[in-house]
């Protein structure tokens, strides 16, 4: 399996958002700081992100 830089980031950006969440927080604190793309999407296993992003 091989993710992009850009994957590794978005992955990495969203747990850190949920940790936060959980804790009352949220990157929105932050504005400087990167927000995840598509957040709310990945839910922890990519081969299951995958498959509901299949559009047939």
């Known amino acids: 399996m091989n ?5 590794i ?3 990495v950006l969203t747990e850190i958002e949920n940790h936060l969440l959980s804790n009352g927080r949220s990157l929105k604190k932050w504005p ?4 995840p793309e ?3 999407c990945y839910n922890g296993n990519r081969l299951i992100d995958d ?3 299949y559009v047939v």
């Open 51 to 53: 498959e509901l992003k």
């Open 3 to 7: 993710l992009t830089i850009e994957q």
């Open 32 to 35: 400087h700081m990167p927000k």
């Open 38 to 40: 598509d957040f709310g």
């Open 9 to 11: 980031k978005n992955i």
